[in-house]
């Protein structure tokens, strides 16, 4: 076992030595919340979204801790290593309980863990497969809780059909992917699907709108259906792990002209340049 640096509880330890509780909640019910923080050049990229995302996690499920920004770089910067393009995972579970049970137990401290490690990059000039799927997840999808039975079967079953990611589809419109945003061009504008319980407010989302703002291009934030997304001129994904990842098949028919299209290049550089500028 890769044997790096872990933190667990107010310790730094090795990864072989950190050790929870079999009563912890995170692991009998994934009673929990957390967080995938990028890092480029050894600087947390957007911290201060991914906090406030945090503690809107936090309170959605009633798990009572409050540090400040300053305390919880205190606990990861420790873990970053210097120049690597890699991510902080940061967990917090509400805690070991005496005794199993479903309603939340009396006093319970909650656990803390984070971990660094690299980010294994999409090369960017290659597109990815994508299907849809039936988006059978729960109503809070706006948390980011770590119970992520249902996003681990769509991104399995995508995963066996040779795709990069699920795209979900709930009602006949598009919400997101198993774990990630997605963006659609449709007659030369850049749509996503607009703030609801039914996604996870992705940070990467808001810095790709922010981007398309700032460089005049048209976007509007509107439901997808399954329709517009099968006849959309380009499709991406986004998130922390995998920045802007152009979807080229969906479904076995080629997206657009089946090859990486205008728009993503050109956000892809907006990108790389504001990582360039805010870091
Ligand atoms: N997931 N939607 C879902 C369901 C996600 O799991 C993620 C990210 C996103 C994108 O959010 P962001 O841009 O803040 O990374 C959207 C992370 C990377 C994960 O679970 O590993």
Known sequence: MENKKVYLNGEY??????????????????????????AYFGRLFCFDAHLERLNKSLQAVRIDLKLSAEQWLDILQPLLIQGDVQYIYLQISR???SKRDHAFPENCT?????????????????GVKAITLDDMR???????????????????????KQCAEA???????????????????INDV??????????????TRDVVIRLAKENNMQLKEEPISLGALQDATEIWMTSSMREI????????????????GEFCLSMQAYFQDYKRAVL
Request: glycine share 8%; hydrophobic share 45%; net charge negative.
């Open 13 to 38: 330890l090795p990864l072989s030595e950190a050790k929870v509780s079999v009563l912890d909640r995170g692991f009998l019910f994934g009673d929990g919340v957390y967080e995938v923080i990028p």
């Open 95 to 97: 805690g070991v309980a």
């Open 245 to 260: 990842l152009p979807v080229i098949n969906l479904d076995n028919k080629p997206v657009g002209t089946g090859q990486i």
């Open 138 to 160: 729960w109503e809070l999808c706006n948390i980011k809780a770590t119970t992520l039975l249902a996003n681990i079967l769509l991104r399995q079953q995508a995963v066996e």
């Open 167 to 185: 795209i979900l589809i709930k009602n006949g419109y598009a919400t997101e992917g198993a774990a990630s945003n997605v963006f659609a061009v």
């Open 110 to 126: 909650p656990t803390i863990f984070a971990m660094c490690s690299p980010i294994t990059a999409f090369p960017k000039d290659v």
């Open 190 to 203: 850049l749509v996503t699907p607009p703030k609801t319980d039914d996604i996870l407010l992705g940070i």
